[in-house]
């Protein structure tokens, strides 16, 4: 995939490599669709697993055990603080403000197109769940890629802390972050 960071690069004809993620036993295209899904996690391997609940997503047995056993128990889920639905040492990325909405879960290194898990121009409040300091410190950054000649805009998210409101934070030149990010930076130290 060529970086959408890069000059000259037209953001809105990048190609869309969709990712194709287990849903309910079937396998669905989320560059085209959810499906229904409200939350989709990228695991350890590569795979995606989408799943309805926080309940389903937060027991799933392709999560590492580590991660399963520092997230909340699955019978407290409270919808009132997103460390209660966000996975241990996931980045949670919501559609809607104060951590409502469809979420995107993700843990490992990388630039992540959005664009490719139907989530581009979608994202309202980042939550970083951080159970295990000493293996998951780090930080992200989201990018907002243009058409050349303007530049990229970027800008870091430093945890542990969340995010409740991407209206909240200044986009340079003007506005704010809100529905404008195209691709999420993880960046394990």
């Known amino acids: 995939m060529q970086a959408a960071t890069e000059e000259g690069t037209d953001p809105a004809a990048d190609p869309v490599h969709p990712v194709i993620a287990d849903y309910d036993?079937?396998?669905?295209?989320l560059a085209k669709s959810w499906e229904g899904a409200n939350i989709c996690t990228e695991l350890p391997?590569?795979?995606v697993h989408c799943y309805d609940t926080d309940q389903e997503a937060l027991a799933d047995p392709a999560l590492p055990a580590q991660v399963r056993a520092k997230s909340p128990k699955t019978s407290a889920i409270r919808a009132s603080d997103p460390r209660d639905?966000?996975?241990a040492d996931y980045w949670c990325l919501y559609q809607d403000a104060n951590y409502k909405g469809r979420r995107l879960q993700f843990s490992s290194d990388g630039k992540k197109n959005l664009g490719d898990?139907?989530?581009r121009d979608k994202?309202?409040?980042v939550f970083y769940w951080v159970g295990r300091w000493s293996v998951n410190y780090g930080n992200a950054t989201m990018w907002d890629s243009r058409s050349w000649p303007l530049d990229d805009r970027q800008r870091?998210?430093?945890p542990p802390k969340g995010w409740p409101n991407l209206q909240d934070l200044p986009y340079p030149g003007g506005g704010n972050w809100n529905d404008k990010v195209d691709?999420?930076?993880i960046n394990r130290a």
């Not at 036993?25 to 295209?29: F, L, V």
């Open 25 to 29: 036993g079937r396998k669905i295209d």
């Open 45 to 47: 391997n590569g795979e």
């Open 85 to 87: 639905n966000c996975a």
């Open 117 to 119: 898990y139907g989530f």
């Open 123 to 125: 994202l309202s409040s």
């Open 156 to 158: 870091d998210l430093n």
């Open 183 to 185: 691709v999420f930076e």
